[in-house]
Nanobody
Framework: QVQLVESGGGLVQPGGSLRLSCAAS????????MGWYRQAPGKQRELVAAITSGGSSNYADSVKGRFTISRDNAKNTVYLQMNSLKPEDTAVYYC?????????????WGQGTQVTVSS
């Protein structure tokens, strides 16, 4: 089995910063695309940022220039550095990864971490 465990969420004032981490564990052969999604109350889950194993990344327009996604392949970990946070960034943030285990590629989700931007 594969587990994705997020950390780093919390309460921050507008304009502040947070860094989210997501570590994958288990009998992992390979991790391809990793990403962060978020879901605000009453809204659909949306992609925030994603990164390939080679380091290519893409971002939602709403976070471009403020958020940076990165990964450490040796540690099976993906990060999301969030700067200049706005109240509209408030949401539960979920880690997502495509992981190959035993020759089978599956999509996995973390349990989510709450990010609240408020004064």
């Amino acid at each position: 089995q594969v587990q994705l465990v997020e950390s780093g969420g919390g309460l921050v004032q507008p304009g502040g910063s947070l860094r989210l981490s997501c570590a994958a564990s288990g009998s992992i052969f390979r991790i391809d695309l990793m990403g962060w999604y978020r879901q605000a109350p009453g809204k659909q889950r949306e992609l925030v940022a994603a990164i390939t194993s080679g380091g290519s990344s893409n971002y939602a327009d709403s976070v471009k220039g403020r958020f940076t996604i990165s990964r450490d392949n040796a540690k099976n970990t993906v990060y999301l550095q969030m700067n200049s946070l706005k109240p509209e960034d408030t949401a539960v943030y979920y880690c997502n990864a495509f992981v190959t285990v035993g020759g089978i590629r599956r999509n996995y989700w973390g349990q989510g971490t709450q990010v609240t931007v408020s004064s």
